[in-house]
């Protein structure tokens, strides 16, 4: 099987390729009557960031709920390009364009955990709440569950399965199809990952390193003691270290990831000069090691209020290009059938209108359309180490008298770097959604959390506003509105500003 096709042999013609979802799979049984060992393609696997369930097959049936990349249901049933799946309790179709058939491992002889190292020694979890099994297979008995962003350590391997240890010793399996391997290192749980993005030696003993500790950067010098060096600014986005000892290094790149936005190492008389530029005024708390003779220069942002040189990312929900060049609408309204994405979008722009006027540096994740996954919108911001991300959308519910207005934050204890931020992630969610209520003068759903894409890549304080209903009646009208978009973008920039205040 190749990307959903099958490579089959036919009849007078020899081999040649049919699509998957036109077919349907079935063990092969000997003469005997015994099973052969042949594995059924029972399960599909998700393989885009948000995928619309249906109540039928076709876009045109009624939206019943979403899934998430990674997540892998059972599939019932197969009908021209769509796949019926059990999502839960519920059944509803999927599109067979973004689903890769798996299968569940069969226990036999020749698929035996295995003890090399040809596997990452730990991993990552990447779905949302995933489960451990008994054994190497999908029915197995759960015996604990895991959630996204948690590390485990691997001891055995069996075929698409990881064997884990969990943080109380227990021994469980997991779908590597659900997990990342990860190299980097952490001392515990909880502790936040750091990487070394840049190693460069200055001369014998002596190296100047760039650390990536979860999206901040620190400025490491080994073989140098405290007064072999000097710190110095030009202007408040650059650091100048003078490292004393002759080097004949010479070296230019950048980090943009980091904010870094260009590093220059060059000899000047007798000592090397490191010049290190970056996208925002960084703050620096320095500590030395006297034995290792390592300097760790731990870069922050300085905190000043009000919106004058904050840099801000708006996300306008939806409106990623789909393969076939069609574009994610998003919720339809039930009445009207205004496109989520064009409200969305508006809102938006508006809201970057008025924090641009404020002083703010407002970066767009897109400007009506976007071939970005929901994680590289998210990457946006951390690359430019963006003050706070909010992102814009409209919400919809299949029940009915549902209405207001919600804003949602994430700051999972699981995850280190978004746990130290959850008074900022919560204190902004807060605010926004109190100016939201006042200027919107709908229904107050509250401050929710979720494990929503964007919330969860994010590295900096980050929020996603549901702005009011496309599924009621009264909202919609008020949506489809210019005059109601712009108290929704000035309720949303109150909150804003009143966070940075």
């Not at 884990?164 to 399996?173: R, S």
């Amino acid at each position: 099987m190749q990307n959903s096709w099958y490579q089959i042999q036919a009849p007078g013609v020899g081999q040649a390729w049919i699509a998957g979802w036109l077919t349907s799979v079935h063990n092969t049984t000997s003469q005997t009557g015994t099973s052969q060992n042949t594995t059924q393609q029972k399960y599909g696997k998700i393989m885009t960031d948000v995928l619309n369930v249906r109540s039928g097959p076709g876009t045109n049936y009624t939206l019943l709920t979403k899934i998430g990349l990674n997540e892998v249901h059972e599939i019932v049933e197969q009908k021209e390009g769509w796949y019926k799946i059990k999502v839960g309790e519920q059944l509803g179709w999927v599109t067979a364009d973004y689903v890769e058939l798996v299968s569940a491992p069969v226990n036999n002889t020749e698929n035996q955990p295995t003890q090399d190292n040809t596997y990452a020694q730990t991993v990552v979890v990447t779905g949302g709440t995933v489960n451990i099994r008994q054994q190497a297979v999908i029915d197995a008995k759960v015996i604990a569950k895991v959630n996204a962003g948690e590390r485990l350590a691997i001891t055995a391997k069996q075929g698409d399965w990881l064997e884990v240890k969990l943080y109380d010793g227990t021994k469980g399996w997991i779908a590597e199809w659900l997990t990342e391997p990860t190299t980097a290192t952490t001392s515990s749980r909880g502790s936040i990952l750091e990487s070394e993005v840049l190693i460069a030696p200055i001369a014998e003993g002596k190296a100047f390193k760039i650390i990536d500790s979860a999206g901040r950067p620190i400025l490491l010098l080994e073989g140098w003691t405290s007064d072999q060096y000097q710190i110095s600014s030009s202007n408040d986005n650059k650091i100048i270290l003078e490292l004393d000892g002759p080097t004949e290094r010479n070296y230019e790149g950048k980090n943009t990831r980091l904010g870094i936005q260009g590093i220059k190492i060059y000899p000047k008389a007798q000592k090397a000069v490191i010049e290190v530029s970056f996208s925002f005024a960084p703050t620096q708390s320095i500590s030395y090691d006297e034995a290792s003779k390592k300097t760790r220069i731990q870069l922050g942002t300085k905190q000043t209020k009000g919106l004058t040189g904050k840099v801000i990312v708006v996300d306008p929900g939806h409106s990623s290009i789909q393969p076939g060049g069609w574009l994610d609408p998003g919720a339809l309204g039930k009445y009207t059938g205004l496109k989520e994405k064009d409200v969305n979008t508006d809102i938006a722009f508006k809201l970057k209108k008025l924090l641009e006027e404020a002083g703010a540096g407002v970066i767009m994740t897109h400007t009506g359309q976007t071939e970005l996954s929901l994680a590289a919108r998210a990457g946006l911001a951390n690359s430019a180490n963006a003050d706070i991300f909010v992102s814009v959308h409209a919400n919809y519910s299949l029940k009915n008298n549902i209405s207001g207005h919600s804003t949602y934050y994430y700051a999972p204890t699981n995850d280190a770097v978004l746990n130290t931020q959850k008074y900022s992630r919560q204190k902004l969610a807060t605010l926004v959604q109190r100016e939201l209520v006042i200027a919107g003068g709908r229904k107050d759903m509250g401050v929710l959390t979720a494990n929503f894409a964007v919330l969860r890549e994010t590295r900096v304080p980050s929020i996603l506003v549901e702005t009011a209903f496309l599924s009621d009646v009264e909202e919609e009208k008020l949506l489809g509105t210019e005059a109601y978009r712009q108290k929704l973008a000035i309720g949303i920039f109150n909150g804003i500003k009143a966070y940075f205040e």
